[in-house]
């Protein structure tokens, strides 16, 4: 999957402001709260935490099916 401006846009808002995200990956739902866009080597990454327990995750955005800010 590759980001629409938009969605870049909502992203970074909701990594601004501290909103949840939800995620959609391989048939399942992650539901966590974004701390950084990030690039490595030449991929990009969100890194996040869960929004219970505050385990760090890294999810690959080309591994992605889909994303939307929660408000």
């Known amino acids: 999957m590759e980001l629409t401006v938009k969605q870049y846009d909502a992203l970074e808002h909701a990594?601004?402001?501290g909103h949840r995200i939800a995620?959609?990956?391989r048939g399942t739902e992650?539901?966590?709260i974004p701390e950084m866009l990030v690039l490595r080597g030449r991929r990009e990454c969100i890194?996040?935490?869960h929004p219970t327990t505050g385990a760090p995750l890294t999810l690959?955005?080309?591994e992605?099916?889909?994303v939307e800010v929660v408000r």
Do not use: K, M, N, T
Request: glycine letters at 6%.
């Open 15 to 17: 990594i601004a402001r």
């Open 23 to 25: 995620i959609f990956r």
């Open 30 to 32: 992650y539901l966590v």
């Open 47 to 49: 890194e996040a935490r």
């Open 60 to 62: 690959w955005i080309d």
């Open 64 to 66: 992605l099916d889909g």
